[in-house]
């Protein structure tokens, strides 16, 4: 078979570029390890950006997420039995989007199907080869026959742990990395949000976050010990940690209920250097990982889908100054957000080697940052995402 991007994964990254492709007329095909239902059943991001709202636009798949998702103006901080909140509107005139990475997702896979697009699911043994010179391919095994994909350019969709970024010689990669010493404990359950917009809480028992799928559906987080697991926490457990790390007033307005699902994630930042080898591209967490703090996991990859999609429209006329400019574009942006996420993890959480002292600090700079119209606009800035 012949196709001019062959795409591996089938997550947000993947799925968004195909249907930008797609719009171009640029032939594609989309080769997933997993079932539809199992990449739909990974419970991940809940906030858009602006930038992330326009490109689903553009892809023509937003109808949902403009009927059912919350724009949000703002959003919490709490520390020191104190709440305020950052006015994301009155300080750059942008919004959020609460709207979970699943119905994105979701209305990525309808729209390909309804366009009879190509995407092979339960695809094993995906492999990309010869992308260090004019003819690349890919091969993989469906209903135990091997099959091959002759191809103009790969693009590796697929993740922190999948085969695209493994296949590149170790010796031309640059990677950064670094493993936070907590993860995130996350539950949800259909109770109505204890609040209209997110709250942020930084207590001396740990992290924890109040966001939301819906106003009738909550997604609330603790920072949890890595030595935690799922089954360690009951969900009674879980609502008398996640109260006793609010400011009083706000626990004393938390609704609780049953969890539909609880998961730890292990928090990390990491970035590969550089994004492009020859003739295959990385986009998304195949590239790097942030931690989910700065909610922008999501919203790198779909930025670095945006850069991509430009630059292969413009090969395609003729002009290679796009993809020639992908890598360097992408992470100029990337390593901003890696900033604010490693940052935003950084005032948050709890992190015991740094003892009290690493406590007055943040407290300092949470105090600092709600009075300083300057400080909460950088935050804010960052927040609602930067341009690319
Ligand atoms: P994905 O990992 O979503 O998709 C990669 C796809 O490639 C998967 O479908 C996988 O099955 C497939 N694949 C892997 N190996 C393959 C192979 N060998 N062959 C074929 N296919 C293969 N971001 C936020 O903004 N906020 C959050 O709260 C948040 N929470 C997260 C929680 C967890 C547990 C994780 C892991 C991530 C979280 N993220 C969050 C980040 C997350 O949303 C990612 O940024 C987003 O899924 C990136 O999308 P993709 O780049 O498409 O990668
Ligand atoms: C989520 O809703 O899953 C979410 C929201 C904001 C974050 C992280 C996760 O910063």
């Not at 403009?66 to 709490?78: A, M, S, T, W």
């Not at 993740?159 to 640059?174: D, F, K, T, V, W």
């Not at 359950?189 to 939301?212: K, Q, T, W």
């Amino acid at each position: 078979m012949k196709t001019q991007i062959a795409i591996i994964g089938a997550g947000p990254s993947g799925l968004l570029l195909g249907a930008l492709l797609h719009k171009l007329g640029i032939e594609h095909i989309i080769l997933e390890r997993q079932t539809p239902e199992y990449v739909l059943g990974r419970i991940r991001a809940g906030v858009l950006e602006q930038t992330t709202v326009d490109l689903l636009d553009e892809a023509g798949v937003s109808q949902r997420l403009h009927r059912e998702g919350l724009p949000h103006d703002g959003y919490d901080l709490c520390f020191d039995g104190r709440r305020h909140r950052i006015d994301l509107q009155a300080l750059t005139g942008k919004q959020v989007t609460v709207y979970g990475q699943t119905e994105v997702t979701h209305d990525l896979m309808d729209a390909r199907s309804a366009a009879g697009l190509n995407t092979i699911y339960s695809a094993v043994n995906v492999k990309p080869h010869g992308f260090d010179g004019n003819q690349p391919w890919v091969t993989y095994e469906h209903n135990g026959q091997t099959h091959t994909i002759q191809c103009d350019f790969i693009v590796g969709c697929d993740g922190y742990h999948g085969p695209s970024r493994a296949s590149i010689p170790q010796e031309i990669l640059n990677t950064y990395e670094k493993v936070y010493p907590f993860g995130w404990l996350g539950i949800l359950a259909d109770v109505p949000p204890v609040h209209h917009e997110l709250i942020y809480a930084n207590h001396d028992r740990g992290f924890a976050l109040c966001s939301m799928r819906s106003e009738t559906r909550v997604r609330y987080y603790v920072q949890c010990s890595l030595d935690d697991k799922v089954e360690d926490w009951s969900d009674e457990a879980f609502w008398a940690e996640f109260k006793r790390r609010l400011p009083e007033d706000t626990a004393a307005k938390v609704i609780t209920g049953p969890s539909f699902e609880k998961s730890i994630a292990p928090l990390r930042s990491f970035v590969t250097e550089p994004m492009r080898f020859g003739r295959m591209f990385l986009c998304g967490d195949a590239a790097h990982i942030v931690p989910p703090t700065g909610a922008k996991g999501l919203n790198l990859a779909a930025s670095d889908v945006g850069i991509l999609y430009g630059a292969l429209a413009e090969y395609y006329k003729g002009n290679s100054h796009g993809i020639d400019h992908y890598s360097q574009r992408a992470l100029a942006r990337v390593w901003k957000a890696e900033r604010f996420s490693w940052w935003f993890t950084s005032l948050m959480h709890r992190f015991p080697e740094t003892g009290d002292f690493g406590r007055k600090m943040q407290t300092a700079e949470l105090d600092y940052l709600v009075q300083s119209e300057a400080a909460m606009k950088v935050m804010a800035e960052n927040y609602v995402g930067l341009p690319f």
